[in-house]
C-alpha cells in the first residue's frame, strides 16, 4: 500500500490558507472591510457591510440580509478566520479585528480585481 501522506512546509500551508480564505466573496468582503478600520467591529456591524457590498441588481435572487450573513460569519467564516489568525474574533462579545492585513490585504485586492 502506497502512502499519500503529503506535507506542506509552513510557507505553502500559510499560503494555501490565505488562497482558500479569500476565495470565499464574503470574506474577502469582511476582510476588506476590516482592514479600513483601527478599532474592531461588532459582527453586526460587519454583516451590515458586507451585506451592502455583496448587492446586486444585476443577480435573479435577492440579496443577502445583514442577519444571514451574519449567520454565515458567525458560524463559517469568521472561525475559520481565526484559526488562521488572520482576524481576532471573540465570540462573547461578537467584536472582530483584523489581525494580519499585511498577509491577506494583497491577495483580496488581487481576488477582488478579477471580478
Not at 458560524?75 to 471573540?90: E, G, I, R
Request: aromatic share 4%; glycine share 2%; proline share 8%.
Amino acid at each position: 500500500m502506497q502512502n499519500t501522506t503529503h506535507s506542506h512546509t509552513p510557507t505553502e500551508q500559510s499560503l494555501d490558507t490565505i488562497f482558500e480564505l479569500v476565495r470565499n466573496p464574503r470574506r474577502r468582503y469582511a476582510i476588506s472591510v476590516l482592514s479600513d478600520r483601527e478599532s474592531p467591529l461588532s459582527v453586526s456591524e460587519l454583516a451590515a457591510a458586507v451585506a451592502r457590498r455583496t448587492e446586486d441588481p444585476d443577480l435573479d435572487r435577492p440579496p443577502a440580509t445583514p442577519d444571514e450573513v451574519a449567520g454565515s460569519l458567525h458560524h463559517v467564516h469568521l472561525p475559520k478566520m481565526a484559526d488562521a489568525n488572520v482576524v481576532a474574533y471573540d465570540a462573547e462579545t461578537g467584536e472582530v479585528s483584523l489581525a494580519r492585513a499585511d498577509a491577506v490585504a494583497p491577495f483580496v485586492e488581487a481576488a477582488d480585481d478579477f471580478q
